[in-house]
């Protein structure tokens, strides 16, 4: 009988990257209505939908083997889990998250020291209560249900702890932000004895190898182009590439095929300058994985 692996989809947020990175890796993950047990085209993993505040708890427990959650959860919950692998993606982009505290744009607090004896508005309460207490700051940290931000306008507290990648949440509320509390990305976390069964580890280690192969290609293209005798040499120098570049001999001819691949965010000055020193009929296309 084949042993499966418990996975956890992070529900809510997260989930629709989540989903898309899977189907870049090889694996499409059908999420039905209302159902918490999503199909999976994968005969050795079952699917569950968890929220990722309480992913690290359900995986440190044994009720999931593994699952995708924030660094910020797993601080918060102080879940004793195995960490398998860093995967910076998000909702909104590929950078991580920050946690910050924020005060109202005319507040005269500066400093996290000046928020003693002040009331903080957030979600993530434990971490924030330790965070305060090793710093040895007395504050009043009070659980936020939702529109944290508001709590401030409101008057409900002096400051929030609240996360942000763009910081126009923060700004459109007239807050502004005096101390970075941690930074948080997504990370494929595993439960100690699941890690410990070799069918089940080694499954792990192919869903992060993949996700890892998908992210990276996120960020690539691969270009291809015809290359003169002539100018080889030079356009060979201007290509960045993870290796050399794959050359091969056009048929019965003097030309080259040149193939490679590059960062996406360079292509656009790239592409003329090969251009400009020869290459022709150069095509673009996406990668689903680099590994």
Known sequence: MTTQLKLGIPKGSLQNSTVELFRRSGWKINVNGR?????????????????????????????????????????????DIHVVSDLVYSKVSTRPARWVIAVAYDSPVKTIEDLEGKTISTEMMKYTQRFFAEKGINVNVKFSWGATEAKVVSGLADAIVEITE????????????????????????????????????????????????A?????????????????????VSLLPSLNAPTVASLYQSDWFSVETVVNSDAVRDLIPNLMKHGAEGIVEYPLNKVV
């Open 35 to 79: 159902s918490y047990f999503p199909d999976i085209n994968d005969e050795t993993i079952t699917c569950a939908l968890c929220r990722a505040q309480e992913m690290s708890i359900n995986v440190e427990s044994g009720v999931l083997d593994a699952g995708l959650t924030g660094l910020d959860w797993i601080a918060e919950n102080n879940s």
């Open 166 to 213: 763009t910081e126009s949440t923060i700004k459109a509320h007239g807050l502004r932000i005096i101390h970075e509390m941690m930074q948080t990305n997504t990370q494929l976390i595993a439960n100690h004895d699941a890690w410990e069964i070799p069918e089940k580890r080694e499954k792990i280690e192919q869903i992060a190898l993949l996700l890892k192969g």
């Open 215 to 235: 992210l990276l290609a996120g960020n690539m293209v691969g270009l291809k182009m015809n290359v003169p005798n002539a100018g080889l040499e030079k356009i």
